[in-house]
């Protein structure tokens, strides 16, 4: 009875004993998972020599650029045309050739025209001579004692003088214009045979045997009811227009921090969307002088030349370019992902020490394309430089039981 008093007084120290044994146990078994580091592992890359190219990219659209249109001397009937669309021409290449009759037709007409002038001066001069004789008459029967000529006669025959005058003045500004004119469609009767300006191919032929052609601001106009056979490739009404011989260009929207870097004659890889099998190459041979400003961003217009066109190309489609503005050979590179800003406009790259630890070392930098950066000083070729880091943390736990605080059973301090 005693012995059983004892412990039931005595059971809940009993209790507890049990409960920190335990506890103890499972705390030493957690431990070592919770004291676990994360180990951290580093991507790098060599410093290496190499040639870097700078470039700049831009998107734009195929066009058609530097066509020449070709217009007659004078106005007249096409009698027969030399070329066909496709067909290479040098300068100098006879392209078509007007009829005849409408060129004499033309002359006889100016001549008209020179002739009606000629009348008209005659008709003036005879004029301002009838006036001058009138006011002379006048003059002297003024001086007659009994005369009635008045002032105002006088002043009224000096006013038919003056504009006789100015009619001759006049007409015979005509007259040398309609000379010229006359001369000029004269001399033309000689130019009825059209050749080229300039060399590359026939672009575009908007004229049929028959056709009337005007010169240059006139329109062509065809001798069927139907025009639909004329060609619509360009957008120009001239009777030919005459292309480079690679007569697709793309024009090019840069933005303007790029500008300073681009230069004419610069070398340019071009893609096209819809094509994505096709590439060409090109050259930079013009750059707007002017921005354009969208949403409070300045663009200029930079136009390439396409050395080699696929014949699936055509005007109006989507087109990107990479620009080649500069090739630094024997240069130090390092990948871009290497190279980090310290803050305060330096740079600097990570590099592995003997241990494996990464250790800050200040660079200088000087190029860089989209995937590499030129070292100038600061590390060597051969360092390992850092360009990416990832830890894993692993952790273990071995308990035989539940935590201290999830056993259930609770006993409390043990009583008197």
Excluded: C
């Amino acid at each position: 009875m005693t012995i059983s008093k004892r412990l039931r007084r005595y059971r809940g120290w009993i209790a507890l004993g049990v409960l920190v044994a335990v506890g103890g146990t499972t705390y030493a078994l957690t431990r070592p998972a919770a004291d676990a580091a994360a180990k951290v592992t580093y991507t790098t890359g060599t410093a290496e020599i190499g040639t870097l190219s700078v470039t700049v990219a831009g998107t734009g659209n195929l066009t058609v650029d530097g066509t020449t249109d070709v217009y007659p001397d004078i106005s007249g009937t096409v009698a027969s045309i030399k070329v066909a669309e496709g067909d290479a021409v040098t300068k100098g290449d006879v392209l078509f050739t007007l009829s005849a009759d409408s060129a004499e037709a033309a002359t006889a007409k100016a001549l008209a025209s020179y002739r009606q002038s000629q009348q008209s001066v005659a008709q003036a001069s005879a004029s301002l001579l009838k006036s001058k004789n009138a006011l002379s008459d006048l003059e002297d029967r003024a001086d007659e004692p009994s005369s009635t000529v008045t002032s105002a006669d006088i002043t009224a025959a000096k006013a038919e003088v003056t504009a006789a005058s100015a009619s001759v003045t006049s007409s015979k500004a005509s007259q040398t214009v309609s000379s010229l004119e006359y001369e000029q469609v004269k001399d033309a009767e000689d130019d009825l045979v059209v050749t080229a300006p300039t060399s590359g191919i026939i672009y575009t032929l908007n004229i049929e045997v028959g056709d009337s052609v005007q010169t240059s601001g006139g329109s062509t106009s065809s001798a069927g009811a139907d025009t639909a056979g004329t060609s619509t490739s360009s957008s120009s009404s001239a009777p030919v227009v005459i292309s480079p011989k690679q007569p697709l260009a793309l024009q090019l929207t840069v933005n303007e921090v790029d500008l300073p870097t681009l230069e004419v004659g610069q070398r340019a890889d071009v893609a096209f969307d819809a094509l994505p099998d096709v590439t060409a190459t090109g050259k930079v041979y013009d750059i707007d002088d002017a921005g354009l400003s969208t949403s409070g961003v300045v663009t200029f217009k930079v136009w390439i030349s396409i050395d080699v066109a696929d014949e699936r190309l055509r005007s109006g489609m989507s087109s990107a370019a990479t620009i080649v503005t500069d090739v630094v050979k024997d240069a130090l590179l390092v990948p871009n992902a290497a190279v980090k800003s310290d803050g305060n406009g330096g740079y600097y790259v990570q590099v592995l020490d003997a241990s494996g630890v990464p250790q800050k070392v200040t660079v200088e930098t000087g190029e860089a394309s989209s995937t590499q950066t030129q070292i100038l000083s600061g590390i060597s070729e051969g360092a390992e430089v850092v360009t990416a880091s990832s830890s894993a943390t692993s952790s273990t736990t071995n308990s035989s039981g539940g935590g201290l605080f999830n056993m259930g059973g609770g006993g409390g301090a043990p009583r008197g």
